[in-house]
């Protein structure tokens, strides 16, 4: 990195850190990317960017980029019982919150975001990707990252995107905060739609082909899916209280491997069709649910997290990857104007913006993406008291980071129970 240059180093080269990484390319400006694992492949599954980021995302001008994700826009949500009966349709289509919901593979987003990141065709030098470095800790003050090799990096800005395990955290807050089970454990499948032509359940119901989200509740459990990847896939995320799993369930990677048997046992009491789109996958995965408290603070020195290093989200909202482009861009706003090196007093100060437009909101999202998986379980936590469909247009109808601040909007949606 050059003397003069405005040197920001991005722990994590996740979807958050790669987000990031694209809104802090600038004219002046060094942007590194420590990533731990050798990238050789992103695994998951689908993943959903809700209008509140999908509109972050088109600001960026990524159209090149995303193009071959084949990216499906989503219209509506709906909610089912175990009986087929709907009990509520929620349109999600572009024109209700100035953007579309969009279904991506996770590979395929995660793919076209390192594209991007690394472009020459952007705006402001490339990011520098280093795989293979796992950092061992942070010198929040003084502004260096040591890598377990031993190699100290120095920059005026880290950002710490390194996941729900974060070792920036760990830095941040001089004391580690582990990652709890929930008590929720989920099962993921991915199926080629192809394989569901012959699926007998009334379309009116339920059309795998459709662009809609649905989610079936009941007996404690739900079920929700929908197509991504141009409509060639169908993906399930199916989850279920630990206590009526039927296998063991302590593993937190996408890839572990679950039983099929178990799953249909813990779904017996879901329609037939439903295990029908269970015998159709080819694979099943199975991971337990895990969680962080909302935390105090973000920031310690030139030093930030963002994503789930700072506010791991529960699937239940879809708001895991949107509120870290939400991140991602509440840094670019408050960057936005610095070419030259800052002070590392400047840093600082820029840091404290952001996390005041940023820690009650995602705050909120956090807890109600916490109330809706386990309702009724979280005693002395804070309880949210919007409806779903009001929730919805809470998280969507969001217009950026200073936006947001310059309303100062209080969380008057939570009381504490």
Known sequence: MEQDLFRIIVVGGGIAGLAAAIALRGPGRDVLVLEKSQMLREVGAL????????????????????????????????????????????????????????????????????????????????????????????????????????????????????????????SVLESSVQPVPTGLSAYRLLIPTEKLKDLEVDKDI??????????????????????????????????????????????????????????????????????????????????????????????SGQTILIGDAAHAMLPTQGQGASQSVEDAEALQAFFSDVTNRPSRQEVQDRLARVFDARHERASLIQAYSRQQARPGTEAGSKKVTLKPEEFLAFNCGYDGAKDWLSRQRPAQQVVNA
């Open 47 to 170: 993943i959903s960017l809700q209008p509140n980021a999908s509109k972050i995302v088109s600001s960026w001008d990524l159209g090149e980029f995303l193009k071959d994700c084949e990216p499906v826009v989503d219209q509506g949500f709906r909610i089912m019982n175990t009986d087929g009966h709907v009990l509520n349709n929620i349109p999600t289509s572009g024109h209700l919150f100035g953007a579309d919901r969009i279904i991506y593979h996770r590979q395929d987003l995660h793919g076209a975001l390192r594209a991007a990141a690394e472009s020459s065709k952007r705006p402001g030098r490339p990011a520098q990707i280093r795989t293979g470095c796992a950092v061992q800790r942070i010198d929040t003050a003084g502004g260096k990252v040591e890598l377990a090799s031993g190699e100290v990096i120095e920059g005026d800005l880290i950002v710490g995107a390194d996941g729900i395990r974060s070792v920036v955290r760990d």
């Open 206 to 299: 339920f059309d795998p082909e459709k662009p809609i989200t649905t989610m079936i509740v009941g007996h404690g459990s739900r079920v929700v899916m929908g197509p991504g990847r141009g409509n060639k896939l169908f993906g399930i995320v199916a989850l279920v209280p630990d206590e009526k799993m039927n296998e063991t369930s302590d593993a937190d990677s996408w890839t572990a491997e679950g039983s099929r048997d178990s799953l249909r046992e813990s779904f017996v009491d879901f329609p037939p069709w439903v295990h029908s789109l269970f015998d159709a996958a080819p694979d099943v995965g199975l991971w337990q649910l895990r969680d962080i408290p909302s935390l105090s603070s973000w920031v």
